[in-house]
T-cell receptor
Framework: GQNIDQPTEMTATEGAIVQINCTYQ??????LFWYQQHAGEAPTFLSY????GLEEKGRFSSFLSRSKGYSYLLLKELQMKDSASYLC??????????FGPGTRLSVLP | KAGVTQTPRYLIKTRGQQVTLSCSPI?????VSWYQQTPGQGLQFLFE???????NKGNFPGRFSGRQFSNSRSEMNVSTLELGDSALYLC????????????FGEGSRLTVL
């Protein structure tokens, strides 16, 4: 079967650092993606990991451990505009994506 | 470069009716996939098309169908609408290759009364 878990909601303070975790069990693995979705808008691509380790892109970093079926998205220097849902998705060998339920992040002043 | 375009953006139907949604991918993208998004279930994969062929299909009933044209534009159809079909339907296109991320359209919000 295929299953992806993420925390439902998280709250953090402006300027802080937050880590959003994602665990997955899929029938095949061909990359892990993170997307950001603001309320009422389409998801937009944030990061991609296919090998173990950390990928850094500005204030956003994503980590992958394939042996543990685990990834996290790290957001630094939080801004109010980072309030959004963050979706973890695994691309399997069939090329389609399986999405997690999403984590709704609220950034407070 | 134009993004993924979905039409219509909003529509209201009644139970038993059918609906057709349209998606124009980013130029050069041959893979088009469809997702249903609801507050309770998140993003659920419907199907994926590549070069006019359905390459993958999710766990949705046969009332949900789709197709892709030679210009990569895609349509999805839902027949005999049910209240539970009310959702945001998102279309995404991508380039081939494992690192090809999805580019999403704004979605078509369907309300079934």
């Amino acid at each position: 079967g295929q299953n992806i878990d993420q925390p439902t909601e998280m709250t953090a303070t402006e300027g802080a650092i937050v880590q959003i975790n994602c665990t997955y069990q899929t029938s095949g693995f061909n990359g892990l993606f993170w997307y950001q979705q603001h309320a009422g808008e389409a998801p937009t691509f944030l990061s991609y990991n296919v090998l173990d380790g950390l990928e850094e892109k500005g204030r956003f970093s994503s980590f992958l451990s394939r042996s543990k079926g685990y990834s996290y998205l790290l957001l630094k220097e939080l801004q109010m505009k980072d309030s959004a849902s963050y979706l973890c998705a695994v691309r399997n060998y069939g090329q389609n994506f399986v999405f997690g339920p999403g984590t709704r992040l609220s950034v407070l002043p | 470069k134009a993004g993924v375009t979905q039409t219509p953006r909003y529509l209201i139907k009644t139970r038993g009716q059918q609906v057709t949604l349209s998606c124009s991918p980013i130029s050069g993208h041959r893979s088009v996939s469809w997702y249903q998004q609801t507050p309770g279930q998140g993003l659920q994969f419907l199907f994926e098309y590549f070069s006019e062929t359905q390459r993958n299909k999710g766990n949705f009933p046969g009332r949900f169908s789709g197709r892709q044209f030679s210009n990569s534009r895609s349509e999805m159809n839902v027949s005999t609408l049910e209240l539970g079909d009310s959702a945001l339907y998102l279309c995404a296109s991508s380039l081939e290759g494992p690192s090809g991320e999805l580019f999403f359209g704004e979605g078509s919000r369907l309300t079934v009364l």
